[in-house]
């Protein structure tokens, strides 16, 4: 016996790569429905690489009723009007968007770090997914704060154009192509040129001087990992089509030396430890796409503090930045509470 769930959002970067993952890691589906906004009615989106071909269905007319799990990848607004009366009508809403990530009653998950937040989701029957640059941090740094605790995270983010959906892989394909022949290279989707050029500057500016992705990853690690860790971040947008990477400084109450640092990470879920102090002995995004692992490297001591290291994180954002949590999470409550698999 196995799951009726629902995919909102199918047909867009994330939606169809929840489809995969669901195909891929054989999650349990009784049923399965493709759903998404009127322009994308009567479409159809694979399954996975099975070959089963799924008619997409108008989000406006779907009726959650009997449904078990629906994963939402429908950005904000939609979710705003659509998740609330999945979970009215019985079925556990998943959602991707930042919308109800900070609302006290709905649990913010990611799988390997706070698997038992997860129990509060009956409050609202709706779970929220991390932010996708948060996801891999709080991933990396789980098994280091369980070990020495936390005090202070600086991490600098190197985030590629995916995460702007699929307008900013467009954007970074077109102007590079205009470039080699000597056309405009005009932004519209980002606030400057992001072809050979990085931008400092993901989602709005607020009063402080941060951006609103800065902020995501502090409130949510916060949330996520320990409200008294201390965070500051610079989420910068690099032109990488998939894939996020981090340069994290850590510093720690009690002593842990990098070595030391390395035996943990090697061993913690969700974690693959790629560190070798030579020439490509690292993990660059081009190597992680398509990977379901939170990949560290350049594990070394922080001189400058008394107990600190500093690491570099990378990870498929498409995947466990937010289609790949997003299936475990529904592994998770199906293991948990719901039992039907």
Not at 28 to 51: K, Y
Not at 265 to 294: F, N, Q, S
Request: charged share 25%; net charge negative.
């Amino acid at each position: 016996m196995g799951y009726r769930v629902v995919v909102v959002g199918a047909t867009g970067n994330v939606g169809r790569e929840m489809l995969a993952i669901l195909a891929e890691r054989e999650f349990p589906i009784e049923e399965l429905a493709a759903v998404a906004s009127s322009r994308s009615t009567g479409t159809t989106v694979e399954f996975g690489d099975t070959g089963k071909m799924i008619k997409v269905q108008n989000i406006e007319h779907f009726d959650f009723t009997g449904w078990d799990i629906a994963l939402f990848a429908a950005g904000s607004a939609a979710t705003k009007i659509y998740a609330p009366k999945a979970a009215s009508q019985g079925c556990v809403v998943i959602d991707n968007s930042s919308l109800y990530r900070m609302e006290p009653d709905v649990p913010l998950i990611v799988p390997e770090v706070n698997p038992d937040a997860i129990d509060g989701y009956k409050a609202r029957n709706i779970i929220a997914n991390p932010n996708c640059s948060t996801a891999q941090l709080v991933v990396a740094l789980k098994p280091l704060h369980d070990a020495a605790t936390i005090k202070r995270v600086v991490v600098a983010t190197y985030q590629s154009v995916s995460g702007a959906g699929k307008d900013g892989m467009d954007e970074l394909f077109e102007q590079s192509r205009n470039i080699f022949v000597g056309d405009s290279a005009e932004a519209k989707k980002f606030t400057k040129q992001i072809a050979f050029n990085v931008i400092p500057h993901i989602d709005v500016f607020l009063d402080d001087g941060s951006t609103k992705e800065e902020w995501k990853m502090v409130v949510e690690t916060k949330k996520i990992l320990d409200p008294k860790i201390k965070l500051t971040a610079t989420c910068v947008r690099v032109p990488v089509f998939v894939g996020h990477s981090e340069a994290v400084n850590i510093e720690f109450e009690n002593e842990l030396s990098a070595e030391d640092a390395q035996k943990i990470l090697r061993e913690a879920p969700g974690i693959m430890l790629v560190d070798k102090r030579e020439d490509g002995g690292y993990v660059t995004p081009v190597e992680c796409v398509g990977d379901g692992a939170t990949y560290i490297s350049r594990v070394r001591d922080d001189s400058t503090v008394e107990n600190g290291i500093s690491l570099w994180c990378v990870s498929d954002n498409l995947r466990k930045g937010a289609a790949l949590n997003a299936v475990q999470i529904a592994e998770l409550l199906g293991r948990r509470h719901l039992k039907k698999g």
